[in-house]
């Protein structure tokens, strides 16, 4: 099958931009969400308790920034997605929570020009998935890892795949199960559905090997559940 171009993802997020401004709503499809959001925003305070300046990549609504302001507050940040209405509701609602400077900029983050070693925390919520082959992965770790000050985070809560098949079959089964008790039949074929048409995810520890590889100094894992988990490396 071929995978939903970077124009199809994009349209797609314009047109949904009220259901993933409510955590509640927009993020039934994944498991344990809000677990994973406040796991990713308290370890990013204790990393960097003196954290000035955040990049949301794939931001959405602004949800991941939001908590993170609950964190630590008045922070700087710079929120990147596809969707500028996305951009436009992030930038209402995170505006409303920092006397910081709040930056937007509509694009990819593997095509965005960012200044290198400005960031102390970077947070990646449901948008890495969209990376294709290894390739892509490895330049993208790249670009995140040179973004970051030293001493600085990257904090991921995202779809992950087995390195096992017979492991990731019994997985995905699971969460099919879980979208089929959440909404029936049809709601479980839909999520599939499009995770087989628009993602590419890919293990847990193929990423934190990964983050070593391209230079990170420590990798933390802070939560798994199926196929979804939380997870960070620090420069």
Not at 71 to 97: G, H, Q
Not at 116 to 135: K, M, P, Q, T, Y
Not at 137 to 142: A, M, N, P, R, V
Request: proline share 2%; with cysteine; glycine share 6%.
């Amino acid at each position: 099958m071929n995978k939903s171009t970077v124009q199809e993802i994009k349209e797609r997020f314009d047109n949904d931009v009220e259901r993933f401004s409510n955590l509640d709503t927009g993020q039934v499809a994944t498991i344990d969400a809000q677990i994973s959001l406040e796991l990713l925003t308290e370890a990013s305070k204790r990393i960097k308790p003196d954290a000035q300046n955040l990049l949301d990549v794939g931001c959405g609504a602004g949800n991941y920034s939001l908590k993170m302001l609950t964190k630590i507050a008045n922070l700087n940040c710079t929120l990147v997605d596809l969707s500028k209405p996305m951009l436009e509701k992030a930038l209402e609602r995170v505006s409303n929570e920092t006397i910081g400077t709040v930056a937007t900029i509509q694009g990819d983050v593997r095509d965005v020009t960012l200044e290198e070693n400005s960031f102390d925390i970077i947070l990646a919520g449901a948008v890495l998935h969209h990376l294709r082959d290894d390739n892509d992965w490895e330049k993208t770790f790249i670009k995140l890892y040179r973004l970051l000050k030293p001493g600085g985070c990257l904090m991921i809560s995202d779809l992950i795949t087995q390195e096992t098949e017979a492991v990731n079959e019994y997985t995905w089964e699971r969460y099919g199960d879980y979208l089929e008790s959440v909404d029936g039949k049809e709601y479980r074929k839909k999520v599939l559905d499009y995770v087989e048409k628009e993602d590419s995810p890919r293990s847990m520890t193929y990423q934190l090997e990964l983050m070593k590889k391209v230079g990170f100094k420590k990798t933390e894992i802070l939560h798994k559940n199926m196929c979804f988990g939380a997870f960070g490396a620090i420069k």
